[in-house]
């Protein structure tokens, strides 16, 4: 493991806190989960670094210099949800923050094969990143849902 970067629990964490919270101080994140300033620092400094958080201004002062907040930045990440039905296929792509970026649904697979399919998936997902302008190395995971078993599709 890097020894410059925190460890991923601790990361995921204070990650997870900010976006339910943000925005939210270094002070406070302490505080929330327990973790020590520098664990703090190391981590905050780390998801900055990443673009994954942001500084969003100063809090108000509670007798020293005011605090700088963290919110989380949704654009930094992006995520694709494909939901095949038989005469649909759905693609949804949504930021950290949950909200949809882009949506298009077309027609089903219908009888198609399985091939087929992922084939016309690849096509389509890529055609949609393009409408979207996405840049691909945001896009971080991808969820598939489908019915199961098709009918109509050649057993494997």
Known sequence: ?????????????????IR???????????????????????AVRSLLNDGVVLEAGRGESTGGKPRML???????RLGLGVH??????????????????????VSGPGNATPMAVVS????????????????RQTVVGMGVAAPGPWTGLPAP
């Open 1 to 17: 493991m890097n020894q410059n970067r925190p460890r991923e629990s601790s990361r995921g964490k204070i990650l997870d806190l």
């Open 70 to 76: 963290l919110e989380l930045n949704p654009a930094s």
């Open 120 to 135: 016309r998936i690849t096509a389509d997902v890529d055609n949609l990143f393009e409408a979207l302008a996405v840049d």
């Open 84 to 105: 095949i039905g038989q005469d649909y296929i759905t693609y949804v792509v949504a930021d950290l923050s949950g909200r949809v970026v882009g949506r298009r649904r």
């Open 20 to 42: 339910v919270s943000g925005p939210v101080s270094r002070v406070e994140l302490a505080e929330m989960t327990g973790l020590t300033q520098a664990t703090i620092s190391t």
